[in-house]
């Protein structure tokens, strides 16, 4: 029983980081129409947002100390953050420490900017091209995208820690009253679970309670006649890509300390999206939602020991087998609407 | 020729000249001379040219002729890879029993593989080959260990049972050969400054493109490639006709599957190792990058498209800053510096930032690949002809009259 609550929590994270970049693909997917194989490289920028303002916050000038010395004896070179010069010892140490959710400051912006550009420079220009070349065209820029940040910041993994006040895990036996001691649960990793839903949420309630949502829902559904009304759909479709860009960006930084951000990590999360898109309906912005965190747990349970006993390596092809039934047994996903991209 | 109409053997004959005589026309540069590292006429990358075009040439198969775009074929080749590396194994060095396997068994996964996947068609279909190659690859690496070497892979040892090899002597390893020609095996023959290198395995791996080559010809000249264009334009209306489009479909999946096994087999005839990377959803992405660089939908395309990426992989990133220095070594303080930096960009260990480039501008505006900036060229010179002939007066004048 322990064993069976402690997968689904791990599953939840994972899942909200599919649940996240799915829904940003169905967003572009619906509104557009274009398959965006470079939407995992959003993911990556979005953590190497965190890994610049961390690089940028710990910025230091360099004194040198006369009263302590290195190990040759010479005088030792201190190294201070500017930050901490400017703000004073606590409170520059307190913006190092919790330069993760400062950086989604920095990133929501920054992602907007890096999709409308996106969208304007290269993607508006392939709306009637077929989906191959969507696929294409978009998976070239993936590779130059995800090779231009290996150039910048180097092939390994960069750490970016979570505050101070986050590390160490919840007790989640204790709280509800079972054994303590055998749930354990990071805090970031609710905290991210928290940060998806949240994010999950505001985007629905935008499209669903204001003006600008409707129109938008409006155009997915029959984007000729709210062309027709006079309303201009494009820009507003435009702004939906940098919405979806935002919000796999949100998911990038905020992955940040579950996993160092390496520049392939891209990559490897858009192939798993794209099955989780698939599973969930293309188009279909709650199966997106539901398929991620879905498969998530699937994948979790699926690494545990006993089912690994019986089933050796079930853990690492449990997404694909998946797809493949849903795929072929409900040809649209599981909440996919009717008619929409069904052959 | 051989049932071939006469462009296309005149093709055929001018590919197997250039083949032929590949080493001479990739080194043109004469030895130690500064260009020297541009030379690719090193046996390494001449087999990878012919075998990545054989690869090329069987996604083509698929792509080119009916767009349905799968995203999995490396699967096939990593199978075929493994056929070939148990033959060695268990029967023969002798690779003509590991390219036989290594087709066979890959026929046998893509039947699998088709029969699913082809249920479904456009983005699905992509999806779906993706997720059977991820799952291969994931297997490879973790439970098949004992069929696939796991992380580190296979190579044939020197105690391996072998059953038609003689016993080796102690401490020999094992050497993949045809009857005795050493796949490794290279005569060097020098002129003037220049050094040319026939290697065996090269020659072998050539003769067998050729073929593949023929064969790919003949595909797309038969009325079974005609249904596969037809597919590609219009499948709805072909299943309207009365006609079931999943036989044909399959058919040619296979084939390209049996493409890509047969290129898999000859990398393990020549190198004689193979790891689960092989199969990885980027080596599938590569096959595709070649085949939409030199021309999708094209005969000999995919062969360029394959040599150019694989040129640009080992040439490319052998170019190092100190190189580049050298290059700029002219220009002037604060210039060469800029100048070095963004052309370091691009090269040495970077070298996938210029394929991603180059890919996106062929996408956007080159759909056709290199053999449509060919024809696009010959265009441009063949009208230029034909107005200094005054063989166009009419066209020439309402085109002025336009403008």
Redesign the interface.
């Known amino acids: 029983m322990e064993a069976i609550i402690l997968q689904f929590l791990n599953g939840l994270d994972k899942g909200s980081a599919y649940a996240l970049i799915a829904l940003g693909l169905t967003l572009i997917f619906g509104t557009l129409g274009v ?1 965006n194989f470079a939407h995992g490289a959003l993911f990556m920028i979005g953590a190497f947002c965190a890994v610049t303002l961390q690089k940028i916050l710990s910025l230091s000038k360099v004194t040198i100390d006369p009263t302590k010395t290195d190990f040759l004896g010479n005088p030792a070179k201190v190294k201070t953050p500017y930050v901490q010069e400017w703000f004073g010892p606590d409170v520059g140490a307190f913006i190092i420490d919790w330069s993760v959710p400062l950086a989604l400051i920095l990133a929501v912006p920054v992602m907007i900017a890096v999709g409308v550009a996106m969208e304007r420079g ?1 993607i508006k ?1 392939f709306y009637k091209r ?4 969507q ?3 978009t ?3 993936a ?2 995208l ?3 940040i ?2 910048f910041f180097g092939a390994n993994p960069i750490q970016t820690p979570m505050p101070e006040a986050f590390k160490g895990s919840f007790d989640f036996g204790a709280a509800v009253g079972i054994d303590p001691n055998v749930i354990i649960y990071p805090y970031w990793r609710l905290i991210y679970f928290a940060f998806a839903m949240v994010v999950i949420g505001a985007v629905f309630a935008f499209l669903q309670f204001t003006t600008f949502g409707m129109v938008v829902r409006a155009g997915m559904a029959d984007r000729e006649t709210v062309g027709i009304l006079g309303i201009d759909i494009d820009k507003r479709f435009t702004m939906m890509f940098g919405l979806a860009a935002a919000v796999a960006g949100l998911a990038g930084v905020m992955y940040g300390p579950i996993n160092a951000p390496n520049y392939h990590m891209g ?1 490897d999360f858009l ?1 798993l999206s ?2 989780v898109v ?1 599973v969930g309906g ?1 188009g279909s912005l709650p199966g997106a939602v539901l398929a991620g965190f879905l498969l998530g747990v699937l994948e979790s349970f699926a690494s545990m020991e006993a089912v690994l006993n019986t089933l ?2 079930l853990n ?2 449990i997404i ?2 998946v ?2 039934i849903v ?2 047994t409900r ?1 649209r996903g599981l909440l996919g609407r009717k008619g929409v ?1 069904e ?1 | 020729m051989l049932g071939l109409n006469k462009k296309d053997t005149n093709l055929l004959i001018i590919v197997a000249i250039m083949t032929m005589l590949a080493p001479f026309l990739l080194n043109p540069f004469p030895e130690g001379s500064a260009l020297a590292q541009f030379n690719a006429g090193y046996p390494d990358l001449m087999q990878r040219f012919v075998i990545f075009g054989i690869f090329a040439m069987g996604f083509n198969l698929l792509f080119g002729l009916t767009g349905y775009l799968s995203f999995g074929h490396a699967a096939f080749l990593g199978v075929g890879s493994y056929a070939a590396i148990w033959m060695m194994k268990l029967l023969t060095m002798n690779v003509i029993p590991a390219i036989i396997m290594s087709i066979v068994i890959a026929g046998l996964f893509a039947v699998v593989v088709g029969f699913i996947s082809l249920r479904r068609s456009g983005i699905y279909f992509s999806i779906l080959t993706l997720a059977f190659a991820q799952m291969s690859y994931a297997l490879a690496y973790s439970v098949l260990t004992p069929i696939t070497g796991g992380e580190t892979g296979l190579q044939p040892k020197p105690n391996d049972p072998r059953l038609l090899d003689p016993a080796l002597a102690d401490g020999v390893t094992p050497r993949a050969g045809l009857f005795g020609l050493e796949m490794s095996s290279s005569t060097e023959l020098s002129i003037g400054g220049w050094v040319f290198t026939f290697n065996a395995g090269y020659y072998v791996a050539a003769v067998v493109m050729l073929i593949a080559f023929y064969l790919s010809i003949r595909i797309f000249r038969s009325p079974f490639g005609m249904m596969l264009r037809a597919i590609k334009s219009n499948q709805q209306r072909v299943n309207y006709t009365g006609l079931n489009s999943k036989p044909y479909t399959l058919a040619v999946f296979v084939i390209s599957g049996m493409y890509a096994g047969l290129a898999g087999g000859l990398l393990v005839a020549m190198d004689t190792q193979v790891g689960p990377e092989r199969m990885f959803w980027t080596a599938s992405g590569e096959v595709v990058i070649m085949t939409i660089l030199g021309g999708a939908g094209t005969l000999i395309g995919p062969v360029l498209g394959a040599g150019l990426l694989k040129y640009m992989e080992n040439i490319l990133s052998k170019i190092n800053k100190g190189v580049i220095e050298g290059w700029f070594a002219w220009a002037p303080d604060g210039l060469d510096s800029v100048l070095i930096y963004t052309v370091n960009m691009f090269v040495g260990k970077q070298w996938h930032i210029t394929t991603g480039v180059i890919f996106m501008l062929v996408i956007i505006f080159l759909p056709g690949g290199l053999v449509e900036l060919g024809k696009r060229g010959a265009r441009v010179f063949r009208r230029r002809d034909r107005k200094g002939l005054g063989l166009e007066p009419d066209a020439a004048k309402q085109r002025n009259a336009a403008e």
Do not use: R, S
């Not at chain 1, 077929?130 to 070349?133: C, G, I």
């Open positions: 398959v290269l220009h077929p989906h191959a070349d696929i294409l065209v998976f070239g820029l590779i130059v995800q090779e231009l290996k150039y990559m192939v794209f099955v698939v293309m050796p390596g690492q092809i694909y087998l797809a493949i795929l072929l040809p991209m052959d």
